[in-house]
């Protein structure tokens, strides 16, 4: 079982920047799809960004398209977000999380298996 370590939230202006990282343990990191998803007090959580094994494919949440960026490092076992203009709707805590075998790139919460204890990130208007 995988480990993953979230870290780099914080508190922000509206606006501002934010880079999550996401260190993960093992040595499998690089075979396995991963994202990020986000979870706002009284509301579901929800997916916010996924990226492929190699890095090459991405996707988004259309309320982060444009702003969000999803990156790894294989050698490194780790996955970061890159967060610009954020806004106070962004308030939320993030988690990153591993996603269960296979090719397709996922938003689906059921198709990640491993996550990592959350990073709160708070956006001040």
């Known amino acids: 079982q995988v480990q993953l370590v979230e870290s780099g939230g914080g508190l922000v202006q509206a606006g501002g920047s934010l880079r999550l990282s996401c260190a993960a343990s093992?040595?499998?990191?690089?075979?396995?799809?991963m994202g990020w998803f986000r979870q706002a007090p009284g509301k579901e959580r929800e997916f916010v960004a996924t990226?492929?094994?190699?890095?090459?494919?991405?996707g988004y949440a259309d309320s982060v398209k444009g702003r969000f960026t999803i990156s790894r490092d294989n050698p490194k076992n780790t996955m970061y977000l890159q967060m610009n203009s954020l806004k106070p709707e962004d308030t939320a805590v993030y988690y990153c999380?591993?996603?269960?075998?296979?090719?397709?790139?996922?938003?689906?919460?059921?198709?990640?298996?491993?996550w990592g204890q959350g990073t709160q990130v708070t956006v001040s208007s």
């Open positions: 999380a591993r996603r269960i075998a296979g090719s397709v790139l996922s938003r689906r919460l059921l198709d990640f298996d491993s």
């Open positions: 990226i492929s094994w190699s890095g090459v494919s991405t």
């Open positions: 093992g040595r499998t990191f690089s075979t396995y799809a």
